[in-house]
């Protein structure tokens, strides 16, 4: 028998990668999309299959984590084996500019998600996407111990998420797992974020269509690793005994001037001709530097990233410059290859 999982979030950068792989390893996948008046869809538009046709293993359907009413039909009517909660108002500057919002989205929803597959009373594994933010001003290296020290909206409703995750295991016995996962990145992140800001802009600058990118806080350090490797273990997570509460990174750090200057470099420009700074890019409080432990996920679910800093670098500027029409070096096209990691052709039409 296939088993079926619902993704909430199966629109974003880690929702469409863990829907492809779920469906490689035979799943019947249900995703929950939102209904916006432009297309969300482009990141699944590869795996989407015609709700007409027979045998079909993704099907979509309307809702919203801040409907708790939609989550409890949604849970009742698709019986999944297993739940990955991914969805939230994710981007950490925004959520000082929408701070209820990212509340009711990334806290509210959460515990609206897990009543409703506790009163389904169904036998559900439960994935929590925490996040570093959530150990914000603790020191690194940060790991399952360290205290959480939330410095923005975002990462204080991510630590009422992990509570009440870790809550409803403790209280009702749920098979609940809290990931706590450090900066994943690949050709599918949304251009607002850090990395793919640079690597999407220097397309852009090599395709003449702009001259200078704007940036606030260059000095925060992040442990930055790829995205399709991370979802893995979100699955590899609710394949365990018993369910726990994990750190994930790659347990190395580079600060975003770092990030820069390795993506300029690697494109062949010089950096400094081109990076501006804009007020606006900067955080009413920043979390200075994240450095994962992994070593519990190491030790217990076999974590050893293939993907690290630079070839993350490289594989991002080659797709992006693919995107523009560019001919990229391809070392990290080149090196996905060689890595047995190049399992998805839709790179090409990132979000
Ligand atoms: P993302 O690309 O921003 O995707 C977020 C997803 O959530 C999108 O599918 C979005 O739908 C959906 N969503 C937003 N509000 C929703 C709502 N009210 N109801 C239903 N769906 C909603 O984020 P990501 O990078 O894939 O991250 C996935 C999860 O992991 C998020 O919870 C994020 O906070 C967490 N996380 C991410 C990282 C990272 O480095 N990427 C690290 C730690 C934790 P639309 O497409 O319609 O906007
Ligand atoms: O790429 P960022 O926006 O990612 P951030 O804030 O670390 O959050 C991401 O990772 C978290 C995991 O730790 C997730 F939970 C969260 O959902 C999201 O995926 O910013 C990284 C750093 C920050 O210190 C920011 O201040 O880059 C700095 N930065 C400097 N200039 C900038 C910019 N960030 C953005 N987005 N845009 C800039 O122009």
Redesign the pocket.
């Known amino acids: 028998m296939s088993k079926t999982a619902f993704i909430t979030g199966i629109t974003g950068q880690d929702g469409s990668y863990l829907a492809e792989f779920l469906l490689s390893r035979g799943y019947e996948v249900h995703g929950v999309i939102r209904r916006t008046s432009t297309f969300n869809t482009q990141r699944i538009t590869h795996i989407f299959q015609d709700p007409h046709e027979a045998d079909v293993h993704l099907k979509l359907h309307y809702g919203d984590v801040t409907d708790a009413s939609s989550l409890s039909l949604l849970i009742r009517e698709t019986e999944p084996d297993e739940v990955y909660n991914l969805a ?1 108002q ?4 925004v959520s000082f500019d929408l701070p209820q919002y990212t509340a009711m989205v990334n806290g509210v929803g959460t515990i609206s998600l897990l009543e409703a597959i506790r009163q389904s009373k169904q036998d559900v594994r439960y994935y929590q996407a925490s ?3 959530m150990f914000g001003a603790s020191p690194p290296p940060q790991n399952e111990q360290t205290i959480f020290h939330p410095l923005s909206p ?1 990462a204080a409703a991510k630590v009422y998420a992990h509570w009440v995750t870790v809550n409803y295991r403790e209280a009702y016995g749920m098979f609940n797992c809290s990931g706590i ?3 994943h990145e690949s050709p599918r992140r949304g251009r ?4 793919r ?1 640079v690597t999407h802009g220097i397309a852009e600058i090599l395709a003449k269509k702009i001259d200078v990118l ?5 000095d ?1 350090k ?1 442990d930055w690793g790829y995205a399709p490797e991370y979802t893995e273990l979100m699955w590899k997570m609710l394949q365990a005994d018993k369910p726990d509460d994990y750190v994930i990174g790659t347990g190395e750090s580079h600060s ?1 001037r770092d990030l820069i200057i390795e993506a300029f470099s690697y494109a062949g420009l010089e950096w400094e001709k081109y990076i501006k700074h804009d007020e606006r ?1 900067m ?1 009413p409080s ?2 200075n530097y ?1 450095l994962s432990d992994p070593s519990k996920a190491r030790k217990k679910l076999g974590w050893n990233p293939k993907v690290r800093f630079k070839e993350l670098v490289r594989i991002m500027v080659d797709y992006d410059m693919l995107s523009v029409g560019l001919e990229p070096p391809g070392e990290g096209i080149e090196f996905l290859k060689k890595n047995g990691l190049l399992w998805s052709n839709s790179e090409e039409t990132p979000g």
């Open positions: 939230a994710s981007h950490v500057r996040s570093s933010e975002y996962l450090f900066n607002t974020f850090v990395t800001k704007y940036f606030g806080n260059l925060a992040r975003v890019y955080r920043d979390v994240l």
